[in-house]
């Protein structure tokens, strides 16, 4: 069973993986442009599964910003995480052993989260595990890739190749929506949040993670109490 459950993983994080590749190329050329070497900027997404947060990082060492200037951005862009940890910890047996936890928690990504928060039952340790073993080591990939080669590519390559992500999201939010209309709206609602949270001048002037972050509290929260989900009791 834990080795059907990885290999499902696998097959399911391949079209992740090769959206990571992609991206990790733009990531590689910014991290070029800090100053990295492949190798450095290679293992820091091969150690640091977050690219809005890599990106961050990556653009203040550039700008030569202080140590204590880049700890505070990326705890802020990545704050989201731990909402995201909390859901899937929702998600797992009770069973579920520690080390199979921690793990996990080391690649909390959107995709694989998207994927993994889209099982119906309970979610397989194994199965996740899969997603990361194939995602991971090409997001470190393309970040190297990017970093040795990427500004041998025309900027118009570089920019499409990041459009595969956005397929991959709407591949996870269509089949939940069209099952549950509850679903449906919050999705909606959060798009019309979001673009007008990104419009309004003076929101448009907080951080993208914060907004994305007080947006999921806000609108995840209505959501709970509007429509609460009833847990199924085992049968003594």
Same mark, same amino acid.
Request: with cysteine; glycine share 4%.
């Given at each position: 069973m834990k080795r059907k459950q990885f290999f499902r993983g696998v097959r399911t994080g391949i079209p992740i993986a090769l959206g990571y590749l992609a991206v990790g190329f733009t990531l590689g050329i910014t991290a070029k442009n800090a100053g990295l070497t492949a190798f450095q900027s290679g293992l820091t997404s091969l150690l640091v599964s977050a690219s809005a947060g890599q990106y961050a990082a990556f653009t203040m060492m550039a @700008?030569?910003?202080? #140590? $204590? %200037?880049? =700890?505070? !951005? %990326? =705890?802020?862009?990545? =704050?989201? #995480?731990? $909402? !995201?940890?909390? =859901?899937l910890s929702q998600k797992l047996p009770e069973s579920t052993k520690t080390w199979h936890r921690l793990t996990m928690g080391f690649a909390v990504t959107d995709e694989i989260f998207g994927m993994a928060i889209a099982e119906e039952d309970k979610l397989n340790p194994y199965y996740y595990f899969g997603m990361m073993a194939i995602a991971v080591p090409l997001w470190a990939l393309g970040t190297f890739l990017g970093t040795s080669v990427g500004n041998v590519l025309p900027g118009s390559v570089v920019s499409a190749l990041s459009v595969g992500l956005y397929g991959m999201f709407l591949a996870v939010i269509i089949p939940a929506s069209k099952k549950n209309k509850i679903i449906l709206g919050v999705v909606v609602v959060s798009m019309a949040a979001s673009f007008a949270l990104e419009v309004i001048p003076w929101f448009a002037a907080i951080a993208s993670g914060t907004r994305t972050i007080l947006l999921t509290v806000v609108i995840a929260s209505a959501a709970a109490v509007l429509f609460p989900v009833k847990e199924e009791t @085992?049968? @003594?």
């Open positions: @700008a030569q910003s202080g #140590y $204590l %200037e880049i =700890a505070i !951005m %990326e =705890a802020v862009t990545n =704050a989201r #995480y731990i $909402l !995201m940890s909390c =859901a @085992a049968d @003594a």
